[in-house]
Every structure is written in C-alpha cells, then in structure tokens.
C-alpha cells in the first residue's frame, strides 16, 4: 500500500479540527483487501470530541463502492502542531541505541550486475506465489529481525539512560512543585530517567522541558510497565505533567474496579436458579 494514498484515506480527519494536525499513532490497523482507486472513508470519533481538542482520536474504516471494508484502523490519533511541541530538547541529544550484528556483507552493501541478471531469470522461472531476493542469509535476517522487539529496544535505552549524566531542569514559567505521594514520586522518577533531568515538577509540561513524541512513546511504555495500566500514547499530550498523568490514571483505574464489579454481580445474577 503506498503510504501517500493512505494519508489521503485518513486525511478526512483532520479537516474538523481548528488548526494544523499531525498523525501521531493507532492502536491497531486490519487490511482486509487491496485499495481501489475510488474508496470511502468513514470516521467515527472517540467520546469527548471537540474542535478545540489538544489530541483527536477516532476510528476509520475505508471501504469500497460497495460499502465493503477494506482497511480499518481502530484509535487513529492526531495531535495538534504547536510551537511546545517544537521546543529545543535541553538535555543534550537522544541516546542511540546500538543493537549488535555479525550478518555478512558485500562488497558494496548491494548486488552486482551479473546477479541481478541471475536473480531476474530465476524470478521468470520461479511458479510459486511468493518470492523473496536477498543478498544476505535470509533465515539469518529473519532470526535478527525477530530478535529486535520494541521491549528490547526500550531496556536498551533504559541502560544508555542509567549511565547518562542528568542535567539541571530547565529554567521555564512553571515553578517548580514537589511530589507530594508515592505516584507522583514514581512518575516524576521517570519525567527525571526520561528526560535527563536531574529535577521535574508535578507541574512541569513533559514537551516544555525537553520531551518529544519519541520520548512520550518510551514514557507510556514505562508508565504502562511501571503501574501495569494500559495507556494510549495520546495520554501523554492530554495529561503531559505528572500531576495531569496520575488523575487520569487514577480514573482509570477506578472505572475498571467498578467495570470488573459489574462483571462479577452480573456473573452471579446469572448463576442464580430461575
């Protein structure tokens, strides 16, 4: 699918919000059949929509003349472009992570023309349907490539981080606030291992003080891990301080007590004799 015509089948979303959208994540995307020319979009938006929101999230189904579902993409999330978003990181540039590999190459990380040649006449012959050409050892690219997971990839970062020198906190509007409980302690810990700060504030913007959508990606991942909570990426730009994260943490938390309630009365309304 070429990206560029996707954009087009999701562009529809950003025309209802006031301002300038940037696509920011989804939760999952399902491709039932290749896209036609022509194709429908059909945006449903998530409760609490409103022109003037910070994030909009919603769901999308593309279908075809037909009304046939084509693709569908569940939490689709666009954030509005501010100048906060664009402030200069104060912590010094990102870590990299350094993931090893002994995979042979080439001489020139390509192929020579001769084996295009042979490649080519064996695609011709080949009756299978499907085909993979590499120059590399495939089932060895394989293994590597599925030893790259985004949970390695993120305790990488995590010990780059542990070994990296903090820097003072930014000098912002916001005046400094400390924690006053255990969850705002453990979330301004991981503003601090995040960011490379040696302080943050309950009160203190996690894009004011260095953070950007790949910091947030990492920051959900924690917080997720840390609290064992499931949180949308957009949590970070509709709760971005600490203080903001906990309340709505704290909310979630308390409407899954009451779901699983419900689910347990329910269960035993069922089970009673008639």
Known sequence: MHPSLLDVATGIAQVVGRGSYLPLAY???H????????????????DGFSVNNETIACDISIMDEDGKELLAIRDYTLK?????????????????VVIEQDLPQSANDGIFPNEGADAFSRVL???????AISIKDLPLVIERASLLTGERILEEIEKLQSHRAKHPRPNVQTPYVEPR????RTLVTLWQDILGLEQVGIYDNFFSIGGDSL???QLISRVSKTFKVDLPLRAVFESPTPIDLSVSMTQQQAE?????EIEKIMAELEALPD
């Open 27 to 29: 939760e999952s995307l």
């Open 31 to 46: 491709i039932h059949a290749p896209l036609p020319q022509k194709i429908y979009s059909h945006v449903k938006y998530r």
């Open 80 to 96: 509005k472009i501010t100048n906060e978003l664009q402030a200069p990181s104060g912590n010094g540039s990102r870590p990299q």
């Open 125 to 131: 012959g080949f009756r299978r349907p499907q085909l």
């Open 181 to 184: 409980n255990d969850l705002e």
């Open 215 to 217: 910091l947030a990606t």
């Open 256 to 260: 899954q007590v009451d779901s699983d």
